[in-house]
């Protein structure tokens, strides 16, 4: 992140500091203060959650989403705008406490690098896929304790009010859900060396699926990568596919539910006995859904 901050310093904050300092009580801070690039970051993470989500959810919404789904049952009145709602309500207090992590970054205590040659090309390619499957296997089992009755209502409990999600679902969580599964990405380069702009990518990588994820896309069904269909199940079916780029770690632990074909099929899908069904199951889950390990979830 330290790249982002050096730009924009250079093109707008060190303009936007100096003016504080000369018409206002602020002193000016220096680059290199920790209040500065505590703001700073936490400023252009909070314009970035924005950026992307407006505008990757928006072409998601109207490109991609198979809008049939909004005559489902459980498709709830005024859903799109109030998926907004919740999301730009979390944007802040998530930017906030991320912007904790990225100053850890920026001031040398992480294991970031600059330059491919220190490590070379193999390396690069293989920290790649070591981010990703630590992130990946840290998320499964984040979201799966999120589904453990003690923390279920209060944090995660808002995510799944939407039972047939939209892209705008994305972030419509409560702040702390989804700072919890964000921490993986952070973690990982305190743990082992990333290059820069490899984790920037695999961050940014993670806010982008986490809006396909929600896409109502259903073209790939394979069971190796935990797409829109196998999300979808998640979502109907509560305790399935809690990965979030792979399904290994579901295959693994005992939790995958392949997508079946009245989500993948568009007939099916639109069947209004079908998207019946579906809301007659979700209804008779919800009192007695029993989370992972046999722990009972209150739900209301």
């Known amino acids: 992140m330290d790249i982002v901050v050096e730009y924009a310093d250079h093109y707008v904050t060190d303009g936007a500091y100096q003016w504080l300092a000369d018409y206002t009580p602020c002193p000016y801070l220096e680059r290199s203060h920790f209040a500065r690039q505590y703001i700073t970051?936490?400023?252009?993470?909070?314009?970035?959650?924005?950026?992307?989500?407006?505008?990757?959810?928006?072409?998601?919404?109207?490109?991609?989403f198979d809008h049939g789904l909004k005559k489902h049952p459980k498709f709830l009145p005024h859903q799109v705008?109030?998926?907004?709602?919740?999301?730009?309500?979390?944007?802040?207090?998530?930017?906030?406490?991320?912007g904790i992590w990225f100053v850890a970054e920026?001031?040398?205590?992480?294991?970031?690098?600059?330059?491919?040659a220190t490590y070379g090309w193999y390396y690069l390619g293989a920290s790649a896929l070591m981010l990703l499957l630590f992130t990946d296997f840290c998320v499964y089992?984040?979201?799966?304790?999120?589904?453990?009755?003690?923390?279920?209502?209060?944090?995660?409990?808002?995510r799944h009010k939407w039972i047939i999600p939209t892209p705008y679902a994305a972030f419509a969580f409560h702040y702390l859900d989804g700072y919890l599964q964000s921490v993986p990405y952070h973690l990982g380069v305190f743990i082992f060396p990333?290059?820069?702009?490899?984790y920037l990518a695999v961050y940014f990588l993670g806010c982008t699926w986490a809006i396909m994820f929600h896409g109502g896309e259903y073209i790939i069904t394979n069971q190796y990568l935990n797409a829109s269909?196998?999300?979808?199940?998640h979502h109907l079916y509560f305790?399935?596919?809690?990965g979030q780029y792979f399904t290994l770690w579901d295959q693994m632990f005992g939790t995958y539910r392949h997508p079946s074909l009245e989500v993948t099929d568009g007939e099916l899908r639109h069947s209004a006995s079908v998207q019946k069904r579906q809301a007659s199951e979700v209804d008779h889950a919800?009192?007695?859904?029993?989370?992972?390990?046999?722990?009972?979830?209150?739900?209301?």
């Open 81 to 98: 705008r109030r998926e907004i709602s919740a999301s730009t309500r979390a944007f802040l207090p998530m930017s906030l406490l991320k």
């Open 141 to 158: 089992w984040n979201h799966r304790l999120l589904h453990h009755r003690w923390v279920y209502a209060k944090f995660h409990k808002p």
């Open 41 to 64: 970051v936490s400023l252009l993470v909070f314009l970035s959650f924005n950026a992307m989500y407006f505008v990757e959810a928006t072409i998601a919404y109207y490109f991609i």
């Open 194 to 198: 990333v290059h820069k702009l490899l």
């Open 286 to 300: 919800l009192p007695n859904l029993e989370a992972p390990w046999g722990h009972k979830l209150v739900l209301e």
């Open 229 to 233: 269909a196998h999300h979808n199940m």
């Open 239 to 242: 305790n399935y596919n809690y």
């Open 106 to 116: 920026m001031r040398g205590y992480s294991l970031l690098y600059d330059g491919v």
